[in-house]
């Protein structure tokens, strides 16, 4: 998600300096003593603009708590929780959170037709966003979809029922401390088969409706349940909840 992150990253910076902010923007790569200079002098605090696994997933979030330099969203484990797909919906569903059925699966095992349900069903890496490396399997597939043979997400996949219906997404501020609060919810219409990468992040791939045109109390239980699972995780900052 490097290509994301400098997009994002560039349209923080434009947006913070022309609120008056000071800003200086670090390109943030596999070197970790290249990173450690680029924090040279050390910054007021770091807004982490940064996608996927290192950026997301507690990994920064530690470099940044080692060097006592503060930074912006949630903390190392709050980040870890979130980003893991499978251990959110762990911690989640007892608590009265629905999440759509579904389990950790070889990769192996889904080569070979092995799954826990049958079609149509999504397969998904269990720690990574953007939709990155998300596809479904459908009743009649004859062959292993190409996603499963470059399969790049490690060993396991997470399997899970697929359910149809809008696409809702509910964007959350605040701490879990306090009271986290939800803006609105927003129903994304896509241009591709689901909201994949492509219709994320292409030109025209999707249309986001603000507010969504759905049902009061589905709007309601939307923002209730994003901002409950926010605070549950123990997130900060700025989180989204899909639906």
Same mark, same amino acid.
Not at 47 to 61: S, V, W, Y
Not at 68 to 76: D, K, L
Not at 83 to 103: F, H, R, S, Y
Not at 209 to 226: G, K, L
């Given at each position: 998600?490097?290509?994301?992150?400098?997009?994002?990253?560039?349209?923080?910076?434009?947006?913070?300096?022309?609120?008056?902010?000071?800003?200086?923007?670090?390109?943030?790569?596999? #070197? +970790?003593?290249?990173? $450690?200079?680029?924090?040279? &002098?050390?910054?007021? %605090?770091?807004? @982490?603009?940064?996608?996927?696994?290192?950026?997301?997933?507690?990994?920064?979030?530690?470099?940044?708590?080692?060097?006592?330099?503060?930074?912006?969203?949630?903390?190392?484990?709050?980040?870890?929780?979130?980003?893991?797909?499978?251990?959110?919906?762990?911690?989640?569903?007892?608590?009265?959170?629905?999440?759509?059925?579904?389990?950790?699966?070889?990769?192996? #095992? +889904?080569?070979?037709? $092995?799954?826990?349900?049958? &079609?149509?069903?999504? %397969?998904?890496? @269990?720690?990574?966003?953007?939709?990155?490396?998300?596809?479904?399997?459908?009743?009649?597939?004859?062959?292993?979809?190409?996603?499963?043979?470059?399969?790049?997400?490690?060993?396991?996949?997470?399997?899970?029922?697929?359910?149809?219906?809008?696409?809702?997404?509910?964007?959350?501020?605040?701490?879990?401390?306090?009271?986290?609060?939800?803006?609105?919810?927003?129903?994304?219409?896509?241009?591709?088969?689901?909201?994949?990468?492509?219709?994320?992040?292409?030109?025209?791939?999707?249309?986001?409706?603000?507010?969504?045109?759905?049902?009061?109390?589905?709007?309601?239980?939307?923002?209730?349940?994003?901002?409950?699972?926010?605070?549950?995780?123990?997130?900060?900052?700025?989180?989204?909840?899909?639906?």
């Amino acid at each position: 998600e490097r290509e994301v992150s400098l997009s994002s990253g560039k349209a923080c910076a434009r947006a913070l300096r022309e609120q008056g902010y000071n800003v200086r923007e670090i390109d943030v790569k596999r #070197d +970790l003593t290249d990173l $450690i200079t680029q924090l040279e &002098p050390r910054p007021d %605090v770091a807004f @982490n603009a940064l996608h996927g696994r290192g950026g997301e997933d507690g990994c920064i979030q530690g470099v940044l708590e080692i060097l006592a330099i503060p930074y912006t969203h949630s903390a190392p484990l709050a980040s870890a929780l979130a980003m893991n797909k499978q251990k959110a919906k762990e911690i989640l569903k007892p608590m009265g959170v629905p999440c759509p059925d579904g389990q950790l699966v070889h990769i192996d #095992d +889904l080569r070979k037709g $092995i799954a826990p349900f049958k &079609p149509p069903y999504v %397969v998904k890496p @269990n720690n990574e966003g953007s939709s990155v490396g998300v596809f479904i399997i459908r009743q009649g597939d004859n062959k292993p979809p190409l996603g499963l043979d470059k399969w790049s997400y490690g060993p396991y996949a997470l399997v899970e029922k697929y359910i149809p219906g809008k696409e809702l997404s509910v964007a959350v501020m605040g701490a879990h401390l306090h009271k986290a609060r939800a803006l609105t919810v927003t129903e994304i219409k896509a241009n591709t088969e689901f909201y994949d990468y492509e219709a994320k992040y292409a030109a025209g791939g999707s249309t986001h409706v603000i507010p969504a045109p759905i049902n009061q109390d589905v709007f309601n239980e939307a923002m209730r349940i994003a901002a409950f699972a926010h605070e549950k995780l123990g997130c900060t900052g700025v989180t989204r909840s899909d639906f």
